[in-house]
């Protein structure tokens, strides 16, 4: 059993603070949010997370990507979708990853152990259409989440090429809430998935009750969900377990909607239950989801409590 993080790290941006730094911000070369990733690296190992993030700490789960993708346009915070979308401008999370990843070979003195590692997230496309606003283009939504899957499969590529990660993450907290067309969604993730060696999870946070038996039939690797935060999925995990076949299962162990650590036997009795479900060897630990919004040392505790579990089974 291994564990991971949903994905986001609670991080601030720094300012140059030394001479190369000030020198550095003077020709525009500054990075404010390099020391975030460091620190939401080391935090995550010190936890005792084996596949790490690099903390997201550069923005919102939406314009993060759409920043870089023509035919979409940020505006007052909104994303619209105002074109054709097509192939991203640059690469956008390679450059984070690899820094998360040389920071976490440093930590372990010059070799990543084995089993251990960083993961690529990127949010899905079905969440990033939902998320926005269709200003021309596009008649219907559908047309744009099967092309932006098409762009998006170029940083999914570039991830596996140039970071090497242990798997790389989706995340499509939409697909809980029925808003979606699911043949549709299938076939965004598949396009992403197309000729990817190595392993694709999908995280998609919420109540899953009706959306279970879809999510189970969609080419991934594993599915992450949460447990910790409602008390619905379990027994939607518990009665359709088998229709999991050879997925693994990201099990949302703690609590991240609510701003304190939590119960320690409740972890434990959570986690107990998964592994009688599903086995310990088909289970990575992680947050319900993101920790962006927590304190520094209520996130930190958190992973520290779910892995101390974790070692148990180990």
């Keep these: 059993m291994k564990s991971t993080v949903v994905g986001s790290f609670p991080a601030s941006e720094s300012s140059p603070s030394n001479f190369k730094d000030k020198l550095l911000n003077s020709l525009g070369a500054y990075d404010p949010f390099k020391e975030a990733i460091k620190s939401s690296v080391i935090a995550q190992l010190d936890a005792g997370v084996d596949i790490i993030s690099d903390g997201q700490v550069r923005g919102d789960m939406v314009s993060i990507f759409t920043e870089y993708i023509p035919g979409m346009k940020i505006e007052d915070g ?16 390679i450059k ?94 598949g396009i992403i998935k197309d000729g990817l060696e190595i ?69 434990e009795e959570l986690v107990t239950k998964a592994i009688e479900i599903v086995g310990k060897d088909n289970l990575l630990l992680d947050p319900d989801c993101g920790l962006r919004r927590a304190p520094k040392d209520v996130a930190f505790e958190k992973l520290r409590l779910m892995n101390e579990i974790k070692e148990k089974y180990s």
């Design 96 to 189: 984070d990853l690899q820094y998360a990843k040389k920071v976490m070979t440093e930590y372990y003195g010059g070799k990543i152990p084995e089993g251990k590692g960083v993961k690529g997230i990127i949010t899905g496309p079905n969440t990033i259409v939902h998320s926005s606003r269709i200003t021309s283009f596009y008649k219907n939504k559908e047309d744009a989440i099967i092309d932006l899957a098409h762009s998006l499969k170029f940083e999914v590529d570039a991830i596996a090429k140039k970071v090497e990660p242990v798997y790389i993450q989706v995340d499509e907290p939409f697909l809980s809430t029925g808003m979606v067309d699911m043949k549709v969604a299938r076939e965004a993730i």
């Design 199 to 267: 392993p694709l999870g999908m995280h998609v946070c919420g109540l899953l009750n009706d959306a279970f038996k879809d999510l189970a039939t969609f080419d991934i690797d594993i599915l992450d969900m949460e447990f910790a935060g409602n008390n619905v999925n379990l027994g939607v995990l518990e009665e359709n377990a088998y229709l999991l076949k050879d997925k693994k299962v990201g099990f949302g162990c703690v609590d991240s909607s609510v701003n304190e650590v939590d119960d320690i036997s409740d972890v």
């Design 78 to 93: 909104n994303t619209f979708i105002v074109g054709k979308i097509r192939k991203p401008t640059q690469e956008i999370s």
